[in-house]
C-alpha cells in the first residue's frame, strides 16, 4: 500500500468486551480497528459471484477490519453483528431507510444499542457453559457459536438439502454445534444422537433462551410504533450497505 495516502479508521467496541475470546487473541482487546469503506470494498458489494454464495457481507467485514491477527471464523456472531453495523455506519451513515407494513421508515443505525448482558459472568469461561435441561435432567455444556459454527450450519444444511430438498432441520443442526457435551460425554455422534432423537422441545427452547440472555450481541430489532414493542428483526442485506441497489 502506498505510504502516500492514509485510509481513515475507527475503533469499533464488541459487546462482548473481548471476555470470550483468549488472552492471544487480539480480539481479547474486546475491539477492532475498522477503516472506511473504499471503491474496492464497493467491488466485492457488487461481485455476484459473492452474492449467489451468500458470503458478500462476510467479504465486505473481512476486508474492512485492519486489526492484525484477527481471524475473522473466531468472531462470536453478536460480536460480528456490533461490527457490520458499525461497518454501515462509517460508509453510507446512520439513516437506513426500510419499508415495512407498505410504510417508509427510517431507522437511526446509531441508536442500537448493546444488549444488557452480565459480561462479569462469562469471564475465565473460555466459552464454554454448563446448563440442566430442566425437563429431562441432563447436564449439557455448550457454547456461543462463532462466524466459523455458522457457516457449518449453513454448509450442514446445504448437505441435508441435497438428501432431502423438503429437509428443514435448522433448530437440530444448530443445536449440534451449539451442545458440546451431554451427560458428561463430547462424543460427536453421541451429542448428533441425543440431538437428533432425544431432545425434547421444551429442553431446547429453555436452552435457546439461555443462550439469548447470555450472547453478548447488539439490539438488531425494528419497533415500527417506537415503542419498545411488537418489534421485528431488522432487515439486513446486501443494500444494508449500499441503499442503491
Do not use: C
Not at 88 to 111: C, M, P, Q
Not at 183 to 210: C, M
Amino acid at each position: 500500500m502506498s505510504t502516500k495516502f492514509k485510509l481513515p479508521t475507527e475503533t469499533v467496541i464488541l459487546p462482548s468486551k473481548g471476555v470470550l475470546y483468549s488472552e492471544d487473541s487480539p480480539l481479547f482487546k474486546g475491539e477492532v480497528e475498522m477503516k472506511y469503506m473504499t471503491a474496492k470494498e464497493e467491488d466485492i458489494l457488487t461481485n455476484t459471484n459473492y452474492i449467489a454464495q451468500g458470503t458478500v457481507i462476510d467479504k465486505l467485514l473481512q476486508s474492512l477490519i485492519v486489526t492484525e491477527g484477527v481471524n475473522f471464523d473466531d468472531i462470536l456472531i453478536g460480536d460480528k453483528n456490533a461490527i457490520m453495523v458499525a461497518a454501515r455506519i462509517l460508509s453510507y451513515g446512520a439513516e437506513y431507510k426500510i419499508t415495512y407494513g407498505g410504510k417508509e421508515h427510517i431507522v437511526d443505525l446509531s441508536n442500537i444499542d448493546e444488549k444488557q448482558v452480565d459480561l462479569e459472568s462469562l469471564k475465565g469461561s473460555n466459552n464454554k457453559f454448563d446448563f440442566t435441561l430442566p425437563k429431562s435432567g441432563l447436564k449439557v455444556t455448550y457454547k456461543l457459536l462463532t462466524h466459523a459454527d455458522e457457516k457449518s450450519i449453513e454448509k450442514d444444511q446445504e448437505g441435508a438439502k441435497k438428501i432431502d430438498k423438503d429437509s428443514r432441520s435448522e433448530i437440530t443442526t444448530r443445536m449440534r454445534h451449539l451442545i458440546t457435551s451431554v451427560d458428561g460425554s463430547d462424543n460427536p455422534g453421541e451429542i448428533n444422537d441425543f440431538v437428533s432423537n432425544y431432545l425434547l422441545a421444551t429442553d431446547a427452547r429453555a436452552l435457546r433462551d439461555k443462550v439469548t440472555e447470555i450472547q453478548p450481541d447488539v439490539d438488531l430489532v425494528f419497533y415500527p410504533n417506537g415503542a419498545k414493542e411488537g418489534g421485528v428483526d431488522l432487515p439486513i442485506g446486501v443494500n444494508f450497505f449500499w441503499p442503491e441497489l
